[in-house]
């Protein structure tokens, strides 16, 4: 589904990617970890058209797209959640979510005009049918009518995917779903994300720092470590790996642990 072919990244003298190549079949649960300032989300906004790869390519179900902005690629099919949070504080939670449908909506502001007669209402009608149904999937009926700036984080987080969701993407893109997540959030958030690709059918590429939800979940697991791909394979594998454990805690006999990944360089 998803093929990045010997992608670099610099921004001035600084490489915050070198030559990553890896591929991302259909109906996979693939996760990017490594240590603080590893290119991981560099690597995401590479796949999401934030960045373009100074050297390299992106292809997307066979098709180049190093070179599309972020909204083509989300009209192809392509959705993502931000490391920090990006929603509209001052508008609720519905609202948030129906602008996730906004490349889907066909009636512009002509149309819109003759809201009654022109087909928008059916049209917003439909979408908000949507929008419900992806509101019961997270759980959060209890707060689609309360203003997103005013929610707990874990309940942000919630309502950020609920808005990736809502693009409904062939691939999505998670930068970090459980940071700052206590535990029981965190459960909740991992049966998401394993019920968004395994019963919604989408193909999931993940960013996560928690090391046992990584292990626990993934199809696949890439290592990143200086901007370099250091490993590719089974949880198991790359577990095993003494480049990986060397690459977190300089030794192979303790448990890994991501810290929270440095902000882009920009």
């Known amino acids: 589904m998803l093929e990045a072919a010997h992608v670099s990244l610099r921004f001035g003298g600084v490489r915050a990617l070198t030559d990553v190549s890896f591929a991302v079949r259909p109906g996979e649960l693939f996760s990017i970890i490594g240590p603080n300032g590893a290119g991981k989300t560099s690597m995401v ?84 049918r949507e929008v419900e149904d992806i509101i019961d999937f997270l759980e959060i009926q209890h707060v689609r009518k309360a203003q997103a700036g005013t929610l707990s984080y874990g309940l942000r987080k919630r309502v950020e995917l609920a808005r990736a969701v809502a693009l409904r993407p062939k691939l999505i893109l998670l930068d970090e779903p ?61 577990m095993a790996n003494e480049h990986v454990r060397r690459a977190y805690l300089g030794e192979a006999d303790e448990v890994l642990v991501d810290p929270d990944e440095a902000a882009p360089v920009s």
């Open 45 to 128: 906004n590479c796949i999401s058209g934030r960045y373009r790869p100074t050297e390299g390519s992106i292809s997307f179900e066979g098709a180049d797209i190093t070179s599309l902005r972020p909204n083509a690629r989300a009209g192809l099919g392509i959705g993502r959640t931000f490391q920090n949070l990006a929603l509209f504080g001052h508008m609720t939670v519905l609202d948030n979510i129906m602008v996730g449908r906004h490349h889907l909506l066909k009636h512009g502001f002509l149309t819109g005009m003759v809201y009654w007669l022109g087909g928008a209402q059916k049209e917003e009608l439909r979408h908000r």
């Open 178 to 238: 459980m940071a700052g997540m206590n535990l029981e959030e965190k459960e909740d958030m991992a049966r998401f994300i394993i019920d968004l690709n395994e019963e919604w059918g989408m193909t999931v590429i993940m960013i996560e720092h928690d090391m046992g939800v990584v292990m626990d979940i993934s199809h696949r697991v890439m290592v990143l470590d200086f901007g370099k791909k250091i490993a590719e394979g089974a949880p198991d594998e790359v």
